[in-house]
């Protein structure tokens, strides 16, 4: 065959045409970058004191009967041990305290279009069963984490808010929910915290243990609806167990709001004891036991961090 | 198709991108013999081809294996070899396989007889680059690989992926005498990439350490890939995907992955005791490791030695957060304030005081750093956190890596 030339360009044999295009593509005159993509992108002493405070516990405990809420009960009716030592409960309030309802709600990227309709759609029905002595508040997060209306008695400012609200980058949710619990903690009023998050933290500074951490020392009570997705809620899950709250998982979007004005009035039918603990040491976790003494079922937080408050 | 400059998007890189990957498996199997057939255009037996005859009958007609020996010795740059002029086989290549075949030659002469090779995996290099997202081909994924998309989270798509990194590495792995300077800047300029576009690929780092056990580039790039595949995002996708029968994802668990990091940022530090963001990083790991003394004395020394800004506001967060796991608040404190006036419009310091001060039962002090974090600028692009960055952040001088690689090739006479 050495003698049967044929010219290269006549040559049509698909088996062997891709290895000599790919010679050819080799060929180079000049070395440019044009491709190339920039990434985006003293020892001091410890010097605290501890107050000597002696502060009351306050629990949120859902009381049912038959998946139906209890209601009537007293201080009397409730068995309380702190550490396994039977405390003496000092009030008991249902449907009296207060609101501060927060919505901790995810405005990442995966929340646009009617998602996002519903989603405000969800919070305005919140806001719409709440009493003129709640509070509501609304903290958005993206990566960015938001106050976008703070604590008020004014349920349209914070309707207002939420309207104009865009879902836009990636996902903080520890230091969104971080920040919700932290804003509903005060002193007066029951703290409600309702999270929605249709994906996973992708951007957030704090771990879940810390997260876990503040919500043990806190009295918020978490609700929390998540998306269904292929990865679990772990976070959520963990975080509404650890406050009695609850973890709805839905599979769309459509209900949204059902599922918020439910978050509600569950929270509405649950009891608030409080009681000044006695024969247990102030710091540390204290591990709860909460039961009435009627036949029902009662869900309580497991228990609450107590740390020695410090001072400068 | 007659030329392909590398880095550039080019008509030569928009030809190549289109072919199947079943295309692309053929041309890796001419590719091996072509290589072959390079180092002896006359060679009798040719063991790619026998190796992949064992799936399918020998691939060429006697014609066409002339046709590839005539096209090794211009690949080569071999034409006025003995052998080559036998086959007559400059008078059988058009224009552009001459100036191939110069070029080749020229390199040879300059004791480099991988023109070829080096060229061609800057090609697929280039290819598989210059796409957004690897495309899909054809839906059977055969032997290659899956890439799973996540956005926000979320896994959005999986995808066959083209075999250009795979054709590429095997070209540079038939260099002789073995890989040099050139493929080791080719690994660090193009998993830089990778990791700055967040396309990881276990496979090619890898592969790299393979040839380049010492390299201390290459191991901190490692260490990056595993610190990041440890990332709870990463690791809650890389469970949940769900994958087609016999695929797996190339991701390990978290506590395997922080292993293998530290153990790669600690071989970087071998390497060089210099390198201070691998130091950085290898605190961090340590801290997830819940080595918090060993994470604490790694991070002092960085927080000691960092020069940039986006560094030193790392080092701050972390050695921090190593100060408050060892209990000395104020110190932390004291640190978090430091990355908070290095970049004020940081979200991360404030959250970080806020989560400080609620540990120490402090809820008002809590309240109020949380605070901090709402007056910062409501608009994200207002805000300006490294922190959501970190896990590009090594890969921020990814351009010179490329320029670097660039310089080895001259350019050459018109």
């Known amino acids: ?312 | 198709m007659l030329s392909h400059q590398p880095g550039q998007k080019d008509d030569a890189v928009n030809e190549v991108a289109v072919w199947s990957n079943s295309d692309l498996r053929t041309l890796g199997a001419d590719q091996r013999i072509l290589v072959e057939l390079m180092r002896d255009p006359a060679a009798r037996q040719i063991k790619a081809a026998a190796r992949r005859s064992t799936r399918s009958s020998f691939p060429y007609t006697s014609w066409q294996l002339r046709r590839m020996r005539v096209l090794a010795c211009a690949a080569g740059g071999l034409l006025s070899r003995r052998d080559c002029r036998d086959l007559t086989a400059s008078d059988e290549i058009d224009v552009p396989l001459s100036r191939l075949a110069q070029l080749a030659a020229q390199s040879e002469e300059r004791g480099d007889g991988n023109y070829v090779l080096r060229r061609g995996a800057l090609l697929h290099g280039d290819v598989a680059m210059s796409t957004e997202f690897p495309r899909a081909a054809e839906p059977d994924a055969g032997d290659g690989q899956l890439r799973i998309a996540v956005e926000d989270g979320r896994e959005t798509s999986l995808r066959v992926t083209a075999v250009h990194w795979e054709l590429a590495r095997t070209l540079l792995d038939a260099m002789r005498p073995g890989p040099d300077e050139m493929v080791r800047r080719w690994y660090v300029a193009t998993s830089g990439w990778m990791q700055g576009r967040e396309q990881h690929d276990t496979v090619h780092l890898r592969h790299a350490r393979q040839l380049f056990p010492d390299d201390r580039d290459i191991l901190f790039l490692s260490g990056c890939q595993q610190e990041i595949y440890a990332s709870p995002m990463v690791q809650a996708v890389a469970r949940a995907a769900v994958l087609p029968a016999g695929f797996h994802v190339d991701v390990p668990q978290q506590g395997p992955a922080l292993a293998d990091a530290e153990l790669f940022f600690r071989h970087a530090l071998d390497a060089d005791p210099g390198l201070v963001e691998g130091r950085l990083r290898l605190g961090h790991v340590l801290l997830l490791r819940g080595k918090v003394q060993e994470a604490a004395d790694a991070l002092r020394e960085a927080a000691r030695t960092a020069d940039e800004p986006q560094l030193r506001y790392f080092a701050a967060l972390f050695l921090g957060t190593a100060e408050e796991e060892l209990g000395h608040f104020d110190i932390a404190r004291d640190l978090y304030e430091r990355a908070a006036a290095l970049y004020p419009r940081a979200q991360a310091p404030y959250v970080a005081l806020s989560a400080l001060s609620s540990r120490r039962g402090d809820r008002a002090g809590a309240r109020n750093e949380v605070q901090r974090v709402f007056e910062l600028p409501a608009a994200p692009a207002q805000r300006d956190d490294p922190w959501w960055d970190y896990a590009i952040f090594q890969v921020r001088n990814v351009d010179a890596l490329f320029k670097r690689l660039y310089e080895l090739f001259p350019v050459p006479e018109p």
Request: aromatic share 6%; hydrophobic share 45%; charged share 20%.
């Open chain 1, 1 to 312: 065959m050495h003698g049967a030339v044929q010219p290269a360009r006549d040559f049509a044999d698909s088996r062997i045409v891709a290895a000599e295009q790919w010679l050819k593509a080799l060929l180079h005159h000049t070395m440019v970058t044009a491709l190339l993509v920039t990434a985006t992108v003293g020892v001091r002493t410890q010097d605290v004191t501890f107050s000597s405070r002696i502060e009351a516990v306050r629990v949120d405990v859902l009381v049912t009967d038959n998946g139906r809420p209890l209601r009537g009960l007293g201080p009397a009716d409730f068995e309380i041990r702190d550490n396994g030592v039977l405390q003496h409960v000092d009030l008991v309030s249902f449907d009296q305290v207060p609101l501060n309802a927060i919505l901790a709600l995810d405005m990442s990227d995966s929340v646009a279009g009617e998602r996002l309709d519903r989603l405000r759609a969800a919070g305005s029905a919140v806001l719409a069963g709440l009493q003129p002595a709640d509070q509501s508040a609304l903290v958005t997060f993206s990566h960015v984490v938001r106050l976008a209306a703070k604590l008020t008695h004014d349920a349209g400012v914070v309707r207002a808010a939420l309207s104009s609200a865009a879902g836009m980058g990636n996902t903080a949710l520890l230091d969104g929910t971080y920040a919700g619990i932290t804003v509903g903690a005060t002193d007066a009023g029951r703290e409600l915290l309702i999270v929605f998050s249709d994906g996973i933290d992708t951007s957030s500074w704090l771990t879940a243990d810390k997260v876990l951490d503040a919500a043990r020392r806190s009295d918020v009570v978490v609700y929390a609806v998540s998306v269904r997705s292929p990865t679990r809620p772990d976070f959520l899950r963990d975080l509404t167990a650890l406050t009695s709250g609850r973890l709805f998982e839905v599979e769309r979007t459509e209900n949204l709001d059902t599922v918020f004005v439910s978050i509600l009035e569950e929270f509405r039918h649950r009891y608030l004891v409080s009681y000044t603990p006695h024969g247990v040491s102030r710091e540390g976790w204290h591990k709860l036991d909460v039961r009435v003494k009627q036949k029902a079922v009662t869900r309580a937080r497991p228990g609450y961090l107590s740390a020695p408050s410090a001072a400068k």
